[in-house]
C-alpha cells in the first residue's frame, strides 16, 4: 500500500497559529457543552435559564422551556 507522507515546519508564526486554534477550540467546546445544557431533554428547543443569586454568589440555575413547560433547578453551590 503506498504511503503518503507530509513534512511539517514549524516556526514562530505556525506556534502563535496553533495557540489561536487551541484557544478558539476550547471557547468552542465550552459553548457546546453550554448549549448541550440548556438543551431541553423533552423536545430539543434552547431553554430560557435563569440565575439566582445569594449574598452576591450564584446559588442555583432553573431552566425553562417554553415549548413542552420542562423546568429543572440546578444548584450551583
Ligand atoms: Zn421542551
Redesign the pocket.
Known amino acids: 500500500m503506498p504511503k503518503l507522507s507530509m513534512d511539517i515546519v514549524l516556526d514562530k508564526n505556525t506556534s502563535a497559529k496553533l495557540r489561536a486554534i487551541s484557544k478558539h477550540t476550547a471557547a468552542l467546546a465550552d459553548e457546546l457543552e453550554r448549549i448541550d445544557a440548556e438543551t431541553?431533554p423533552?423536545?430539543?428547543?434552547l431553554?430560557e435559564v435563569t440565575e439566582y443569586h445569594a449574598d452576591g454568589m450564584p446559588a442555583h440555575k432553573s431552566y425553562m422551556?417554553h415549548?413542552?413547560?420542562?423546568i429543572k433547578r440546578e444548584s450551583t453551590l
Open positions: 431541553c423533552g423536545c430539543g428547543e431553554c422551556c415549548v413542552c413547560g420542562y
